[in-house]
């Protein structure tokens, strides 16, 4: 049976995606993960997880020249991925915990990751098989962690976007393999409990940990009509392919 597919804009139209109308969609989550990674024209990135690609292209639009190579496990999402690169993403339809010969004995300067965030055991399983299987935790947290950390060069760096609540699990897999660790809260809103994190770690790395003021999305303690709330910093992310600064006051809401 055919999957019916939107052609959505990303980045103030700067990257056009294919992905499925019902499913997984990718969204605010993913560009986000692209703004946060501070790569330089011409180094390595992996994502673990690309899904239609949408993280890693939003990277490649802001930093050029960048070799770009994803994992997907579902092969409609797979197909997607290579689809929207156009040949500067090169896709491996694999699961991650079960990595190709061929690319275990590559190295990475940059590897990011959206891994599901819910733990079946504690939630529903979802009635589309793409949003369960972006959605609904089957392999460890903490073999994402250890996948990654393999994957990356020595002072390579891992970007990871989750919950708040999995930060333990993401500390207690990074600990011991990457180090260097820094955690950016993400809030919907001034005074509002963050619900997002961006965690950022690196191979060798020895520096303290960081946790950082909360990244404020929107202004205004409450939604207040269907206007485009959101300040000025997250709209040059969202609209203007601006890269996003850890620990950055203008993040903070201040």
């Keep these: 049976m055919s999957q019916d597919l939107s052609r959505d804009a990303f980045l103030g139209g700067r ?17 986000l993960l692209a703004a946060s990674v501070p790569a330089s024209p011409g180094q390595s990135v992996l994502e673990l997880g690309c899904g239609v690609g949408a993280a890693i292209l939003c990277l490649g639009a802001r930093v050029p020249a960048l070799k770009l190579t994803g994992v997907e496990v579902q092969p409609l999402y797979a197909d ?15 699961d991650i915990a079960n990595l190709p010969d061929a690319l ?14 819910f733990d079946r055991r504690d939630g529903h399983v ?15 947290l903490a073999t994402w962690i250890e996948v990654a950390a393999r994957r990356l060069a020595p002072k390579g760096c891992l970007h990871v ?3 708040v609540e999995r930060l333990p699990d993401l500390l207690c897999a990074a600990t011991p393999v990457l180090g260097s660790i820094e955690v950016q809260p993400i ?18 790395g020895r520096s303290a940990f960081k946790l950082h003021a909360p990244l404020v999305m929107h202004e205004g303690r409450h939604h207040d009509g269907d206007r485009d709330s959101y300040v000025p910093a997250i709209q ?4 203007d392919a601006a890269p996003l600064d850890f620990g950055s006051a203008e993040f903070a809401g201040r």
């Excluded at 809030?187 to 060798?204: C, D, L, N, Q, Y």
């Excluded at 040059?236 to 609209?239: F, K, P």
């Design 236 to 239: 040059a992310v969202l609209r």
């Design 187 to 204: 809030s919907a809103r001034p005074g509002r409990r963050p619900e997002r994190m961006i965690v950022r770690a690196r191979k060798g």
């Design 104 to 117: 275990r004995q590559r190295q990475f300067d940059h590897v990011i990751a959206n891994p599901p965030y």
């Design 15 to 31: 990257l056009h995606l294919w992905q499925p109308v019902s499913g997984f969609r990718a969204g605010v989550d993913s560009v």
């Design 161 to 163: 976007i989750h919950r």
């Design 126 to 140: 979802a009635r589309d098989t793409g949003r369960e299987t972006a959605h609904g935790e089957r392999t460890p």
């Design 80 to 94: 997607l991925a290579a689809r929207n690169g156009g040949g500067a993403l090169e896709v491996i339809a694999a």
